[in-house]
C-alpha cells in the first residue's frame, strides 16, 4: 500500500514537474511573409514557436482553442535582422579624433564603465528590430565576448552576439601617434601578430577565450605597418581548423588583393577595392560588407564634425564611388552582407543608427528584397548560421519581427516602422493594436 502511495506521489510530481516547465506555444499570424533563402514575399502563413525555436509554418488554418496568438495579419513578417559589422564597446564623437579617443578611452574609461555603456547600445538594437550582431573589435580584451555571455544567460538584454575579441594587426593597430614608449597601450586594444608563428598562437588565444570568428586589420591605415600574406595564410588556416572564419578589414585595394591570396572568408568596407579585385572575390566565394551611410546621416555627420559647407565636396564624389563599388560587386556576383559600422554618436541611439544601412543600400541602387536578404540569410551564411537565424524555417531559432508598411513601394519608411520584436522566443516590443 505504502510503495504504492509512493508511486502515485511520484507521477503527481513528475507531471507538475513538466508542467511548469513548459511553456505555451505562440501562434503567429502573418500577413505577409518573407522567404529570405528564396527571397520573395508570401502571404497568410501561421508561425508556431515553441520555446525559444520555430516548430512550423504553415498555411492559415485552425488555430487550437485558447492558444495564444499574435495577430499580424495587417504587416510583414521577417527573420530578425542582422547587423554584420558593429562595435557596441566603442563610440566616438564626430568631431574627436580616432586615435586620440582610442587612447583616451583606454586609458580613463574602467572596462566595467565600458561593458555597461555598451551593454545600454546592445539593447538599443532589438528595439529597431536587430536581433544578431557580428561585434569586430575596438572592445578592449575579450570584453565583447562577456557582453555576449551576459546576455546569453539573460543577465542583461541585447541581441545575440557574434564575438570577435580583440582584432589581430600589424605593429600599432590602427591607434597612430602613439610613442614608442607607450605601445603597451595598443596591446589593450589590438593583437599585435608579430611572425607566422605568432599569428598561430593569436589564434588559439583567442579560440582559448571562446570568440565566434576572427577579425584582421589587412592594412593598419593611417599606420602604414599591415600583415604579410603568411601571417594571414596562417591565422585563416588556423581558424578554419578550429571551425572559425576569418573577415578582414580592408581600406586599400592591395590589402583586399593580400586577404584574398591569405584565404580569408570576407572583407570588411574595401572602400578603394577594384573592379578586378571584386571579380576575383566572386571566384573565391568571399563575401563583402560594405560600410557606407546615408546622405542624411552624412549631413548630420558634417554639421557635428564642424566641417565647413566649403569643405564638404568630397562628400558627393564619395558617395558616388561607392554606388559604383557597390553595383559592380552586385554585377560580379559577390555576395553581399549588410553591416553599420556606425560607432559615431550622431544624437541617435546605436540602434536607429545602425538602422541607416538600409536607407543607404537603397540609396545606392539595391532592391529592397536584396537588402533585406543581405541582412538575413546571406548574413546568416557567412556566419555558418543559416539553419538557425536570417531565415524564418523549421528547428531555426525564434527571431521574429514585423514592420507596418509597403516594403517593395515604401522600403526606407518601412523599416523605420517596426512594430514586432521577438528574439529566442520573448517578445520584446509589440505596438500591435
Known amino acids: ?34 522567404d529570405s533563402k528564396n527571397n520573395q514575399l508570401l502571404k497568410n502563413k501561421v508561425i508556431r514557436v515553441s520555446g525559444k525555436t520555430i516548430e512550423s509554418i504553415k ?3 485552425k488555430i487550437p482553442k485558447n492558444s495564444e496568438v499574435v495577430d499580424l495579419s495587417d504587416y510583414t513578417v521577417l527573420p530578425g535582422l542582422i547587423d554584420a559589422h558593429t562595435h557596441v564597446l566603442f563610440s566616438q564623437d564626430a568631431n574627436v579624433d580616432f586615435s586620440e579617443h582610442s587612447v583616451q578611452s583606454l586609458t580613463m574609461e574602467s572596462d566595467g564603465l565600458r561593458t555597461l555603456r555598451g551593454a545600454k547600445r546592445a539593447k538599443s538594437y532589438l528595439e529597431v528590430g ?74 588559439r588565444e583567442h579560440v582559448n577565450q571562446n570568440v565566434d570568428l576572427i577579425k584582421i586589420c589587412a592594412d593598419n591605415l593611417p599606420n602604414n605597418t599591415r600583415l604579410t600574406v603568411d601571417e594571414i595564410k596562417t591565422i585563416v588556416e588556423t581558424a578554419h581548423s578550429y571551425g572559425l572564419t576569418v573577415t578582414a578589414h ?45 546622405g542624411a546621416y552624412m549631413d548630420t555627420y558634417v554639421q557635428l564634425a564642424g566641417y565647413k559647407k566649403e569643405n564638404t565636396g568630397w562628400i558627393s564624389k564619395y558617395m558616388s564611388n561607392m554606388k559604383k563599388r557597390l553595383m559592380k560587386a552586385l554585377d560580379e556576383k559577390v555576395t553581399v552582407v549588410a553591416g553599420s559600422d556606425n560607432y559615431t554618436d550622431i544624437g541617435t541611439t546605436r540602434g536607429e543608427s545602425s538602422r541607416d544601412m538600409f536607407r543607404t543600400y537603397f540609396e545606392a541602387g539595391m532592391k529592397p528584397l536584396n537588402i ?29 519581427i514585423a514592420v507596418k508598411g509597403n516594403l517593395t513601394s515604401n522600403f526606407v519608411q518601412t523599416m523605420g516602422n517596426v512594430v514586432f520584436v521577438m528574439k529566442d522566443g520573448h517578445v520584446y516590443l509589440d505596438k500591435v493594436p
Open 59 to 61: 498555411d492559415f488554418g
Open 372 to 400: 533585406l536578404r543581405s541582412a538575413t540569410y546571406l548574413s546568416a551564411l557567412s556566419l555558418h548560421k543559416e539553419k538557425e537565424i536570417g531565415y524564418l524555417t523549421e528547428g531555426a531559432k525564434a527571431d521574429i
Open 1 to 34: 500500500m505504502y510503495k504504492n502511495i509512493i508511486y502515485l506521489l511520484l507521477v503527481v510530481l513528475f507531471v507538475q514537474t513538466r508542467s511548469v516547465g513548459q511553456e505555451q506555444d505562440i501562434y503567429i499570424k502573418a500577413g505577409q511573409f518573407y
Open 250 to 294: 580592408c581600406v586599400t585595394d592591395a590589402s583586399a588583393r593580400n586577404a584574398i591570396a591569405g584565404g580569408v572568408d570576407g572583407i570588411e568596407h574595401g572602400f578603394n577595392i577594384a573592379d578586378s579585385t571584386l571579380t576575383l572575390m566572386a571566384q573565391n566565394k568571399v563575401f563583402l560588407v560594405p560600410t557606407e551611410n546615408s
Open 130 to 203: 536587430i536581433t544578431s550582431i557580428k561585434d569586430l573589435g575596438n572592445s578592449g580584451l575579450f570584453l565583447d565576448v562577456g557582453l555576449r555571455d551576459a546576455i546569453n544567460e539573460g543577465t542583461i538584454e541585447g541581441p545575440r552576439i557574434f564575438a570577435s575579441g580583440p582584432i589581430m594587426a600589424a605593429t600599432g593597430g590602427q591607434i597612430y601617434g602613439v610613442l614608442t614608449d607607450h605601445q603597451d597601450i595598443i596591446d589593450l586594444e589590438y593583437r599585435i601578430i608579430k611572425g607566422v608563428d605568432d599569428a598561430r598562437n593569436a589564434v
